[in-house]
């Protein structure tokens, strides 16, 4: 004799605790794998600034800064720098090659005040942009 339809199947509500366990227990796996791949991106270090009067203009002052950087597993991407004054917010002054250990701004006071920078490490990649923690603020004041 042949068992009844409603014994030989599981019940509905253990088939989906258990599919419930199983999604959850692969979401755990992906991302234990996906956090241990991805290194932690270099940050930059401002060691040392200094500007120049009437560099590149007269009436002005052009300022250049250099950092160091230890790359580690990370390849060698890019620099992004910023600057403010005391007045105003952050602005992105443009991307470096990672192999340049410096930066140079001209024009870029043409008064006695104090200049703030900054960098970050950028690399793009096919699976999307890697940013990196900003380095430390450099101050520097522009005397004339």
């Known amino acids: 004799m042949a068992k009844?339809?409603?014994?030989?199947?599981?019940?509905?509500?253990?088939?989906?605790?258990v599919r419930a366990w199983w999604a959850m227990r692969s979401q755990k796996r992906r991302r234990?794998?996906?956090?241990?791949?991805?290194?932690?991106?270099?940050v930059p270090v401002i060691v040392d600034g200094?500007?120049?009067?009437?560099?590149?203009?007269p009436g002005w002052a052009d300022v250049s800064i250099s950092w160091e950087i230890q790359y580690g597993s990370s390849p060698v991407g890019s620099i992004e720098?910023?600057?403010?004054?005391?007045?105003?917010?952050?602005?992105?002054l443009g991307?470096?090659?990672?192999?340049d250990?410096?930066?140079?701004?001209p024009?870029?006071?043409n008064v006695e005040q104090m200049l703030h920078y900054r960098a970050r490490y950028v690399f793009e990649?096919?699976?999307?942009?890697?940013?990196?923690?900003f380095s430390n603020e450099y101050p520097i004041y522009v005397s004339f």
Do not use: E, I
Request: glycine letters at 10%; proline letters at 9%.
């Open 95 to 99: 991307t470096v090659p990672g192999s």
């Open 125 to 133: 990649d096919f699976g999307g942009t890697v940013v990196g923690a």
């Open 4 to 17: 009844p339809l409603h014994l030989s199947r599981p019940s509905k509500r253990v088939g989906s605790a």
């Open 50 to 57: 200094s500007f120049m009067l009437n560099g590149s203009d």
């Open 107 to 109: 024009r870029a006071c």
């Open 32 to 42: 234990q794998r996906s956090a241990a791949t991805a290194p932690t991106p270099p």
């Open 81 to 92: 720098v910023w600057f403010r004054t005391d007045v105003d917010d952050w602005l992105s």
């Open 101 to 105: 250990a410096g930066f140079y701004h």
